[in-house]
């Protein structure tokens, strides 16, 4: 037992100090235990109490980049399940979701949100139930349930010492993936009819919707005004955090504050010049429920029809839905409660790797959070919110991507070339964010008045910012540039470029293979399962296409890549390296370490040569010997003084 507690503190140190694995076979259970200690147990009030101006502007941005997607999936929840999960049951579950994790959770950096194979998976479920003649709401409740199980068991087993085989093969996939949606869904989707350039069609929904209303409708107009608001809100919000590092406005102080409330500032500015100059132009809005209460209007008092679609003959609507699910209303099919542990098996594979993959992203220790990590225990955090949500008809959250990584970026001091050097962890910012969409819920007209271009707008922003900081994206813009003219990186100066390429091709296949599967609905539901395939591709099929070496420096963490070069260095002769692979001496040398997000890190060595062992290495290597001479030659016994000393 000793030994194998050694080897998997060994692992855990391997995956760049996640601390899977650290549990062994101390006992089923510890690692919930072990994570809230080091999390919650000794950092709860500094998170909670760390306020400043920073978590006041970067709660506003996080709120506008949570409530969008939040109504649009929402709208998109609704059509896929007939109205039985709609926007309004999705603001609840963010806000409810997000106020609960931020106060409780041991990794308070994360943001829950609905994401696309979820709303898929949740559709899926629809379907089945439908075929099966069961209502959905309580056939989805018991898969939600064995979802939860399943998490818990997870927690309970360490499972998630499996995300530790996920490298950044792997992470990049997924996180180029979510970044290329939010970047699509800004500027136009090719497979749905949503982004900027769809208004230029004049079939989008919104331009039929107004020429049935105003004949002299003009959608090129739209369209345009539409671009200038989109586009304008991203680039005005992409220019003023470029003020960080300029001389500009003031001092360092006012620069860092309008660096903070960027995306902000440029909401509320592209807002107020729609509603001010262009105010005649009837641009699209979000579609927000009218009040807040369950999407679901009832035909009849068992609310097994929806009004008005499936009864149009009738004046006015039963009533809504019951918050509250009734777990056994079955159609008398009480099978079905343990049939719905198959397709909750599947849910759970997508909620695991959905969570493990981004929490493995955002807790990389180059984005410096030194608070720790509590998969774990988040997983069974997770599990309590999926159980709840199932009862009362809410969609299930998991961990979003991009909003993590939007958040701990906002929350990062950086160096001008995008090297982060701290990290304020707050439990804050996550809480302020989802009170303000808590507010939301019962003033849904406010939101009305942010155009919907303008919340492209921000999702472009989001995306165009994240993504830079990702290596994948830096190694497929190496395709397009000059050899002699390369960024210095350590894949470019150590390795040939065609084997770069070919690194890069191969995530381009899996990548190429994920947008596929998650756009083709017949197929959607297998996208879990395609993640899960980038791990063994990376651990079984890379090896035997790469040398260990090439992957170090094309998949390894930066500690890993820094120890490879300083050894590199080493056995060629440029720096001695002592028992503990450090290097030491006078003579300075820049060591460059590719961080996380692909830029480069100057990292200082010391350096230390005496000038005699330079010398005898050089004599020695090319075959020359010293002679023999005393360090100093004394005066002759005659008294000639005026005769120099010679050195040696």
Known sequence: HDTLEEDHSGEASEDGG?????KGPQGWGRGIIMDFKSTIGTHWVKEMTNFNTKTIAVSFFLFIAVIAPSITFGAVYAKRTNNYIGAVELLLATAWCGIFYSL??????MINGGTGPVLTFQAVTFELAKSMDIPFLPFNAWVGIWVAVYMLLAGFFDMNRLIKYATRFTDEIFAFLIVSIFILDAIGNPTSKVGLFHYFNPDHPHNDKQEDVDSTYDYMTVALLSLILGFGTAFFAIGLRFIRYSSFCCNDKVRSLVTDFAITISVVLFTLLKHTIFDDIPSEELNVPDSFAP???CCTSDCSSYFPDDCPDQAEAFGRRSWFVDLFDLNGKSWAIFMAAGPAALAFILAFLDNGITWHIVNHPSNKIEHGDAYNYDTCISALMVAVNSLVGLPWLVASTVPCIMHVSAMSERTKEGVTTSLQESRLTGFFTHVLVLGTCFALDIIKLVPLPVLYGVFLFMGLVALPAQQFWQRILLFFQEPGMLPKTPYTQYLKLKRVHLFTMIQLVFFAMLYVVKNVKAIAIAFPVMILLCIPARIYLLPKIFNSDELTLLDGSPEGIEDWITKKRAEDGVVNV??????????KKLVDVEDEYGSTQKRRREKQVSIDKSIDEFMERH????????????DDDDGNDDQSEISA
Do not use: C, K, Q, W
């Open 18 to 22: 996640h601390g899977h694995g650290r």
């Open 104 to 109: 409780v959770s041991g990794m308070p950096m």
């Open 295 to 297: 999407t679901f209007n």
């Open 578 to 587: 002592d028992a503990d692979g450090a290097t030491t001496g006078e003579m």
């Open 623 to 634: 075959g020359l010997s010293v002679p023999d001479v005393p360090d100093v030659i004394d």
